[in-house]
């Protein structure tokens, strides 16, 4: 029987500088290169920039969304989770992912951490979250990658 591929959430803010969208494109390249499931929020920002490396990379992209309408996602998405659950949605980004790889950004995205690491997510802080208790830090895209999978390397759900 098949084993199931591992899946990484990559959290961040909606708006992003240009060094952090950078950034989150390498993570979501590596994730596609690792033959792991790219999980985001399916809009803007670094969850757009991390959709958009793994998708070019010809990784499988997977966006929940907080609206009903699947027409506001990002255009790097394979598949596309409209939920209506407004911020709500978070707990499914930090629930669907085997870890979590938080990048910059605010409100929304600290709230996704803490959800994470309650569920008993590994989360790797990518130059971010450094101090927030629990986070993992990352100094690159390939070591916070390294970080995300190494526990399901390890146990063999990598397929």
């Not at 952090?20 to 494109?25: G, K, P, S």
């Not at 792991?36 to 803007?44: H, M, Q, Y």
């Not at 709500?88 to 995205?109: F, K, W």
Request: charged share 15%; aromatic share 4%; with cysteine.
């Amino acid at each position: 029987m098949p084993q199931r591929r591992i899946q990484i959430a990559v959290i961040g803010g909606g708006s992003c500088s240009q060094q952090v969208r950078q950034l989150a494109e390498e993570v979501g390249s590596e994730v596609a290169r690792r033959g792991a499931i790219l999980i985001c929020g399916g809009l803007g920002g670094v969850m757009e920039a991390a959709a958009c490396g793994a998708r070019s990379a010809g990784g499988l992209t997977v966006g929940i969304i907080p609206a009903y309408d699947a027409a506001s996602a990002s255009r790097w998405l394979n598949v596309v989770i409209a939920t209506g659950f407004g911020h709500g949605r978070n707990v499914i980004v930090a629930a669907s992912g085997d870890a979590v790889i938080g990048l910059p950004g605010e409100h929304g995205t600290a709230s996704e951490i803490a959800l994470a690491l309650t569920l008993g997510r590994r989360v790797i802080g990518l130059k971010a979250w450094e101090n927030y208790p629990g986070v993992i830090p990352a100094r690159s895209a390939h070591e916070a990658v390294d970080k995300a999978m190494a526990p399901a390397v390890a146990s063999g759900s990598q397929s």
